[in-house]
T-cell receptor, first 109, second 111 residues
């Protein structure tokens, strides 16, 4: 059975810290890995990764995929309280996306 | 600039009642999906559609029906509500390549 596992489940840091969130997967047919941020309501799309070793970056957030290790990391540098959210990792295509349980990040002032 | 519109935002049902969750998107996306989100379990796929007239089951389809008569609309029907269907439901749409755009969610409680 396909599965996506995220770690840690929760994380508390202080503003300015750098955090690394992990996602590992076991799927029969890998197409892409996506990261989402979920605050109070709906998840919002952050990154889509399809090729190993190519970093995607948006401001203080960056992500990279390692297909050999079947994993991805999401880095957030210089964290702010507005980064507090659940970060979801998902693997698959547009009709069969499988999500991990998420990492709850809390950034304290 | 509506994106994905879901209604209602909240609903309480009695066991055995039926209802329809509405979902509409204005981005001309081919793919639409319904997910439920339960604590500690992440998002699980209920049903999906790859275009008007085409639907298929996801990971947890039992107790739910869908139809896709137009590109824009993808309603989810609960046939006979059960307490196990208490959850937050999200509708999502996407192009063939790229991330989902999610609706704002429906919090459903079945008593």
């Amino acid at each position: 059975e396909d599965k996506v596992v995220q770690s840690p489940l929760s994380l508390v840091v202080h503003e300015g810290d750098t955090v690394t969130l992990n996602c590992s997967y076991e799927v029969t047919n890998f197409r892409s890995l996506l990261w989402y941020k979920q605050e109070k309501k709906a998840p919002t799309f952050l990154f889509m990764l399809t090729s190993s070793g190519i970093e995607k970056k948006s401001g203080r957030l960056s992500s990279i995929l390692d297909k050999k290790e079947l994993s991805s990391i999401l880095n957030i540098t210089a964290t702010q309280t507005g980064d507090s959210a659940i970060y979801l990792c998902a693997v698959g295509g547009p009709n069969d996306m499988r999500f991990g349980a998420g990492t709850r990040l809390t950034v304290k002032p | 600039n509506a994106g994905v519109t879901q209604t209602p935002k909240f609903q309480v049902l009695k066991t055995g009642q039926s209802m329809t969750l509405q979902c509409a998107q204005d981005m001309n996306h081919e793919y639409m999906s319904w997910y439920r989100q339960d604590p500690g379990m992440g998002l699980r796929l209920i049903h999906y559609s790859v275009g008007a007239g085409i639907t298929d089951q996801g990971e947890v389809p039992n107790g739910y029906n869908v139809s896709r008569s137009t590109t824009e609309d993808f309603p989810l029907r609960l046939l006979s509500a059960a307490p196990s269907q208490t959850s937050v439901y999200f509708c999502a749409s996407s192009p063939p390549v790229g991330g989902y755009t999610f609706g704002s969610g429906t919090r459903l409680t079945v008593v």
